[in-house]
Nanobody
Framework: VQLQASGGGLVQTGESLRLSCAVS????????VGWFRQVPGKEREFVAG????????QYKPGLMARFTISRDNANKMVHLQMTDLKTEDTAVYYC??????????????????WGQGTQVTVSS
Protein backbone atom coordinates (compact mmCIF):
# COMPACT_ATOMS: atom_id res chain seq x y z
CA VAL A 1 0.00 0.00 0.00
CA GLN A 2 1.42 3.36 -1.02
CA LEU A 3 0.14 6.82 -0.19
CA GLN A 4 0.98 10.00 -2.04
CA ALA A 5 0.01 13.29 -0.44
CA SER A 6 -0.30 16.53 -2.36
CA GLY A 7 -1.88 19.96 -2.22
CA GLY A 8 0.29 21.72 0.32
CA GLY A 9 1.59 25.21 -0.20
CA LEU A 10 2.00 28.73 1.12
CA VAL A 11 -1.18 30.61 2.02
CA GLN A 12 -2.20 33.63 4.05
CA THR A 13 -4.15 33.45 7.30
CA GLY A 14 -7.85 33.03 6.68
CA GLU A 15 -7.39 31.27 3.36
CA SER A 16 -8.27 27.70 2.48
CA LEU A 17 -6.34 24.72 1.20
CA ARG A 18 -7.31 21.24 0.13
CA LEU A 19 -4.93 18.37 0.67
CA SER A 20 -5.29 15.14 -1.26
CA CYS A 21 -3.88 11.68 -0.77
CA ALA A 22 -3.85 9.01 -3.45
CA VAL A 23 -3.85 5.48 -2.06
CA SER A 24 -2.60 2.64 -4.20
CA UNK A 25 -4.33 -0.53 -3.18
CA UNK A 26 -7.03 -2.70 -4.71
CA UNK A 27 -8.94 -2.80 -1.45
CA UNK A 28 -9.03 0.87 -0.47
CA UNK A 29 -12.55 0.54 0.94
CA UNK A 30 -11.16 -1.78 3.65
CA UNK A 31 -8.88 0.91 5.08
CA UNK A 32 -9.57 3.56 7.65
CA VAL A 33 -7.68 6.74 6.87
CA GLY A 34 -6.36 9.71 8.71
CA TRP A 35 -4.36 12.91 8.54
CA PHE A 36 -1.58 13.88 10.95
CA ARG A 37 0.72 16.85 11.06
CA GLN A 38 4.14 17.59 12.46
CA VAL A 39 6.25 20.63 13.14
CA PRO A 40 10.00 20.47 13.76
CA GLY A 41 10.83 19.43 17.30
CA LYS A 42 7.34 18.19 18.11
CA GLU A 43 5.51 14.89 17.99
CA ARG A 44 3.38 14.08 14.99
CA GLU A 45 -0.19 14.88 16.01
CA PHE A 46 -3.56 13.63 14.90
CA VAL A 47 -5.67 15.95 12.79
CA ALA A 48 -8.60 13.94 11.45
CA GLY A 49 -9.72 10.36 10.88
CA UNK A 50 -12.36 8.66 8.74
CA UNK A 51 -13.70 5.13 8.78
CA UNK A 52 -13.90 2.74 5.84
CA UNK A 53 -17.30 3.82 4.68
CA UNK A 54 -16.73 7.53 5.15
CA UNK A 55 -19.66 7.71 7.52
CA UNK A 56 -17.79 8.37 10.75
CA UNK A 57 -15.24 11.08 11.35
CA GLN A 58 -12.98 12.09 14.20
CA TYR A 59 -11.10 15.35 14.63
CA LYS A 60 -8.55 16.83 16.92
CA PRO A 61 -10.50 18.97 19.37
CA GLY A 62 -10.92 22.46 18.02
CA LEU A 63 -10.39 21.59 14.36
CA MET A 64 -13.78 20.26 13.35
CA ALA A 65 -15.14 23.73 12.68
CA ARG A 66 -12.42 24.43 10.10
CA PHE A 67 -11.25 21.07 8.75
CA THR A 68 -13.18 18.39 6.86
CA ILE A 69 -11.89 14.94 6.01
CA SER A 70 -13.48 12.99 3.18
CA ARG A 71 -12.80 10.04 0.95
CA ASP A 72 -13.59 8.92 -2.57
CA ASN A 73 -13.51 5.15 -2.56
CA ALA A 74 -14.05 4.87 -6.29
CA ASN A 75 -10.94 6.91 -7.03
CA LYS A 76 -9.00 5.81 -3.93
CA MET A 77 -8.51 9.32 -2.65
CA VAL A 78 -8.57 10.98 0.75
CA HIS A 79 -9.01 14.72 1.12
CA LEU A 80 -8.57 17.24 3.89
CA GLN A 81 -10.34 20.53 3.30
CA MET A 82 -8.88 23.23 5.53
CA THR A 83 -10.53 26.61 5.88
CA ASP A 84 -9.76 29.78 7.83
CA LEU A 85 -6.16 28.70 8.16
CA LYS A 86 -4.08 30.04 11.03
CA THR A 87 -0.34 30.35 11.47
CA GLU A 88 -0.44 27.52 14.00
CA ASP A 89 -1.66 25.20 11.23
CA THR A 90 1.78 25.42 9.65
CA ALA A 91 3.20 21.90 9.54
CA VAL A 92 4.01 18.96 7.33
CA TYR A 93 0.79 17.03 6.81
CA TYR A 94 0.79 13.27 6.46
CA CYS A 95 -1.94 10.95 5.30
CA UNK A 96 -2.15 7.47 6.77
CA UNK A 97 -4.14 4.28 6.34
CA UNK A 98 -4.83 1.08 8.21
CA UNK A 99 -6.87 -2.04 7.64
CA UNK A 100 -6.74 -2.82 11.39
CA UNK A 101 -8.92 0.05 12.55
CA UNK A 102 -12.61 -0.91 12.72
CA UNK A 103 -13.83 2.67 12.99
CA UNK A 104 -11.65 5.73 13.40
CA UNK A 105 -8.51 6.28 15.43
CA UNK A 106 -6.39 9.17 16.59
CA UNK A 107 -3.54 6.89 17.64
CA UNK A 108 -0.48 7.11 15.43
CA UNK A 109 0.60 3.51 16.04
CA UNK A 110 -2.73 2.20 14.75
CA UNK A 111 -1.82 3.30 11.23
CA UNK A 112 0.37 1.02 9.14
CA UNK A 113 0.90 3.02 5.97
CA TRP A 114 2.02 6.62 5.57
CA GLY A 115 2.42 9.12 2.82
CA GLN A 116 5.55 11.22 2.39
CA GLY A 117 4.06 14.44 3.76
CA THR A 118 3.14 17.75 2.19
CA GLN A 119 4.19 21.11 3.61
CA VAL A 120 1.54 23.63 4.59
CA THR A 121 2.77 27.10 5.50
CA VAL A 122 0.38 29.77 6.70
CA SER A 123 1.75 33.30 6.87
CA SER A 124 0.21 36.28 8.62
Amino acid sequence: VQLQASGGGLVQTGESLRLSCAVSTRTFSLYAVGWFRQVPGKEREFVAGLDRSGGNTQYKPGLMARFTISRDNANKMVHLQMTDLKTEDTAVYYCAASARIPGTSSVRSHYDYWGQGTQVTVSS
